[in-house]
């Protein structure tokens, strides 16, 4: 069973005055991400233009999405990762750390009340983002079962051939908001990783002398966002 269309892993963030660039750092990719900060425009542009900006440059792991808010636009990324385990050959990780990255320097021009309500919204986007229990893979499709991934490659209907974030179960994308913007440019599919919300486990295990994976996976919907966990 394929699980293809792989989406970039290992990404390095270049921030000017003028626009973010999302840069690949991982296979034979000659396209960056350009993001505007004045108006948000995301186009690919040639890795060679940006060989030279001077910018502040970080690694980070994955792109999370955009969100605007009263201050502006913010940029989300994961920072960090660990893995969990390997499914089918596809490493499963689990974000570890994130950074809420605003487009513009300063907030003075929002009136005293509108800067109180912008705090209380980047405090939301924190406390959501700092429970444990984000999880994505760069090539497999944590959002289906196992059963379901094995039905939808027998239907020949070319699932498979759908980039990674497309064939994603909607309900258990938390970032799919987040990245709506980038996911209706189909050239920006490589930068767009479901964000899954739940608990997994990948553990080998002996049975009478014979090794087996147990893999366990419980999604949580976010429509229904509260304290319940969706297998």
Same mark, same amino acid.
């Given at each position: 069973?394929?699980?293809?269309?792989?989406?970039?892993?290992?990404?390095?963030?270049?921030?000017?005055?003028?626009?973010?660039?999302?840069?690949?750092?991982?296979?034979?990719?000659?396209?960056?991400?350009?993001?505007?900060?004045?108006?948000?425009?995301?186009?690919?542009?040639?890795?060679?233009?940006?060989?030279?900006?001077?910018?502040?440059?970080?690694?980070?792991?994955?792109?999370?999405? +955009?969100?605007?808010?009263?201050?502006? #636009?913010? /940029?989300?990324?994961?920072?960090?990762?660990? $893995?969990? !385990?390997? &499914?089918?050959?596809?490493?499963?990780?689990?974000?570890?750390?994130?950074?809420?990255?605003?487009?513009?320097?300063?907030?003075?021009?929002?009136?005293?009340?509108?800067?109180?309500?912008?705090?209380?919204?980047?405090?939301?986007?924190?406390?959501?983002?700092?429970?444990?229990?984000?999880?994505?893979?760069?090539?497999?499709?944590?959002?289906?079962?196992?059963?379901?991934?094995?039905?939808?490659?027998?239907?020949?209907?070319?699932?498979?051939?759908?980039?990674?974030?497309?064939?994603?179960?909607?309900?258990?994308?938390?970032?799919?908001?987040? +990245?709506?913007?980038?996911?209706?440019? #189909?050239? /920006?599919?490589?930068?767009?990783?479901?964000? $899954?919300? !739940?608990? &997994?486990?990948?553990?080998?295990?002996?049975?009478?002398?014979?090794?087996?994976?147990?893999?366990?996976?419980?999604?949580?919907?976010?429509?229904?966002?509260?304290?319940?966990?969706?297998?």
């Amino acid at each position: 069973m394929s699980t293809s269309s792989r989406a970039s892993s290992r990404l390095q963030l270049i921030s000017t005055d003028d626009c973010f660039y999302l840069v690949p750092t991982s296979g034979n990719i000659d396209k960056v991400l350009e993001i505007m900060k004045f108006d948000c425009q995301l186009q690919l542009v040639d890795r060679s233009k940006v060989s030279a900006i001077n910018g502040e440059r970080r690694d980070c792991q994955l792109l999370i999405g +955009l969100i605007r808010l009263l201050g502006g #636009p913010y /940029l989300l990324i994961g920072t960090q990762h660990r $893995l969990v !385990g390997i &499914i089918n050959g596809h490493e499963i990780y689990q974000m570890t750390n994130y950074d809420v990255i605003p487009f513009v320097k300063s907030t003075l021009h929002l009136t005293q009340s509108q800067e109180r309500d912008n705090r209380v919204y980047l405090a939301m986007i924190h406390r959501v983002l700092d429970t444990a229990g984000f999880y994505y893979s760069y090539s497999y499709d944590i959002t289906h079962t196992k059963q379901r991934l094995h039905q939808l490659s027998t239907d020949n209907n070319g699932f498979y051939q759908l980039p990674l974030f497309n064939r994603a179960d909607e309900r258990f994308v938390w970032n799919s908001h987040l +990245l709506r913007e980038f996911v209706a440019q #189909p050239e /920006l599919d490589q930068f767009c990783v479901p964000l $899954l919300h !739940g608990f &997994i486990s990948i553990k080998n295990i002996t049975i009478n002398g014979k090794l087996f994976t147990f893999h366990l996976i419980s999604r949580r919907s976010w429509h229904r966002a509260g304290n319940i966990i969706r297998y």
